[in-house]
């Protein structure tokens, strides 16, 4: 099995609070995760499609765009990308926005960063085990598919044999 090790993993950080931002890309860096900031959702998207992101966590309350946003548009160009939000929006009903925004974890101000870390590897992990999993099923087809031709081409030998059969007298 061949796992992701934290330095290849490459984090997508939006979070507009610069002494906050600052201090959390460190953390992850220090972690041994590879972290680009954006710190205005005007910016986040058009720098999300220059690079190839593992993760992503997002702030909700930015300038100019919202996490909410963010993370739908997120969902159009790759429904694959685990987001998480990281945000002081407590209530039920951003929560539930947050997850149906495409969130696959939604953490609030103050956090653990211990968790934090905790979630990420987590979500990876069930990521890694689901791309493994389409990986094998594509091989097994594959493996089948090469299977089933060479039998096809052994009936139609047969076939053509038995065929022939007929038109030889003996």
């Known amino acids: 099995k061949i796992k992701m090790s934290t330095k290849s993993v490459k984090i997508?950080?939006?979070?507009d609070d610069l002494s906050f931002g600052s201090v959390l890309k460190s953390y992850l860096e220090i972690n041994d995760y590879s972290v680009e900031w954006v710190d205005d959702g005007k910016y986040a998207i058009e720098h999300?499609?220059?690079?190839?992101f593992n993760i992503c966590i997002?702030?909700?309350?930015?300038?100019?765009?919202?996490?909410?946003?963010?993370?739908n548009e997120i969902r159009q160009i790759n429904n694959e990308v685990p987001i998480i939000f990281l945000t002081a929006k407590k209530l039920?009903?951003?929560?539930?926005?947050?997850?149906?925004?495409?969130?696959?974890?939604?953490?609030?101000k103050p956090f653990d960063t211990d968790i934090l870390l905790a979630k990420i590897k987590a979500i990876l992990s069930r990521r890694d085990?689901?791309?493994?999993?389409?990986?094998?099923?594509?091989?097994y087809h594959e493996g089948c598919r090469?299977?089933?031709?060479?039998?096809?081409?052994?009936i139609e030998m047969v076939a053509q044999y038995l065929g022939g059969a007929d038109d030889n007298p003996r």
């Open 129 to 139: 085990l689901q791309s493994g999993t389409r990986m094998r099923l594509v091989q």
């Open 48 to 52: 999300f499609r220059k690079g190839l």
């Open 92 to 108: 039920k009903e951003d929560v539930l926005k947050g997850y149906g925004a495409g969130g696959d974890d939604y953490i609030t």
């Open 12 to 15: 997508f950080l939006v979070e």
């Open 58 to 71: 997002l702030d909700i309350m930015l300038p100019h765009v919202d996490g909410f946003t963010i993370a």
């Open 146 to 154: 090469k299977v089933f031709t060479r039998v096809h081409g052994i």
